[in-house]
């Protein structure tokens, strides 16, 4: 028993041993994840399936084969396998940047003076500088396995655009992106990544597709939404032949390749010594929180552990604390399937907050299911202290955070003060799902006070 706990604590004695406080925790490329976790198949209520919005009908995986790759629309609706194996050509890209380093935050628990003991699992070590490639690379390779020549999405921020475009590139496909106009305009280097990874990109909306032209004809001044920009590229998908529409959120098959993230921070919290009380990441469609809860929250079904769970949204666009839940499209143009989540509604359009991946109006299926029945909760967060938060983990942990993640830790330093209230000494991890370094001209407007 003691041999055992010594094996499976080594990190720890190590640390106590060496009089010394270890901060990275590093796990060999043997230990790299062979499976995801499928949620699905293990969560107490299963989600409700997504309709056929013309029948009302449930929808079978044969549904989606016009649009996604057929592997990805299996998955998709994959209530029974709780293991699904990944394929060894994207375990050995994985490799390129996995695993990602899982930190103890001392400076920032210094700064806040707190005794919880805050960790994060640092997904900004990626190519693309977050957690996105995580599933740009499998979906790319089942379009490739399936003999698809094209690709192509809607992006935001242009993270998702950026992974993807990269991710074609390694298996030869060509990416056509449709990126949201506004953020085309504001943010013009993520078109510059997706364009030196040979991908083609188009602000959205646009006179190329059908969905675009209806939209400008009756908003010409329209600056585009993921919504809009959704609606474009799945029209795409379907109207050129061997061409798929990917997607980086929302979707169940994106969380599932996100559990990496969970399967691997599990393995090195335990070389750490310690179990997680709090499992917290920001909330866009719901990828990098699943990617890292889902694995942990297994624990909480089985009635072992009693983990919190927090998502942590804009108030701008708040659909986990203030939406409803209820069947609704996935685009503005309502084009997807009807899904049951919680939704602002599809036509919702939000402020045009600094943190573009988190303006999505909806959140994924099995997320919704879980907020509903308790597994988890949600916090809403005004931009201003997200960027505070931002900055000061910035300058105690040296990593400039993405606009996104700072939501996730404005939600940790929330707990963490708590924790000093109360004197607890809780055990928080949050996923920092990217970095900002692309993203300073919204650190500038913070800094010069035009932000709000
Ligand atoms: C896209 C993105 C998000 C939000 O998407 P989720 O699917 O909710 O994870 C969060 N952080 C970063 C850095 C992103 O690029």
Known sequence: MEQDYMETHKGDKENKQNGERRKRYMLDEEEIPRRWYNI???????????LNPATKE???????YPIFAEELCRQELNQTDAWIDIPEEVRNLYKYYRCTPLVRAY??????GTP???????????????????????????????????????????????????????????????????????????????????????????MSTRAGKDILTANPNHQGSLGTAISEAVELARTTPDCKYTLGSVLSHVSLHQTVIGLEAEKQMEMAGE??????????????????????????????????????EPTACPKLTCGEFKYDFGDEAGYTPLLPMYTLGHKFQPANIHAGGLRYHGAGVIVSQLLKDGWMEAVDIPQLECFEAGTLFARTEGIIPAPESCHAIAATIREALKCKETGEEKVILFNLSGHGLIDMASYDKYFSGDLV
């Not at 400076?107 to 806040?112: F, M, Q, R, S």
């Not at 997904?123 to 399936?146: D, F, R, T, W």
Request: charged letters at 20%.
């Open 275 to 312: 179990y997680p009380d709090m499992v917290i990441a920001c909330f866009g469609g719901g990828s990098n929180f699943g990617g890292i809860a889902f694995p942990f929250m297994r624990h909480n079904f089985t009635g072992e552990k009693k983990t919190r769970f927090i998502a942590a």
């Open 58 to 64: 449930p929808l079978k995986a044969e549904d989606l």
């Open 107 to 112: 400076g920032l628990e210094k700064a806040l």
């Open 40 to 50: 699905q198949a293990e969560m107490p209520v299963k989600p409700m399936p997504p």
């Open 116 to 206: 919880a003991h805050i960790y994060f699992k640092n997904e900004s070590v990626s190519p693309m500088g977050s957690h996105k490639l995580n599933s740009a690379i499998p979906q790319a390779y089942y379009c490739k396995q399936e003999g698809v020549k094209n690709v192509t999405t809607e992006t935001g921020a242009g993270q998702w655009g950026a992974s993807l475009a990269y991710a074609a590139k390694m298996f030869g496909l060509e990416a056509a992106v449709y990126q949201v106009k506004i953020s085309y305009e504001q943010k013009p280097y993520r078109k510059s990544i997706m364009q030196t990874f040979g991908a083609q990109v188009t602000p959205s909306p646009s």
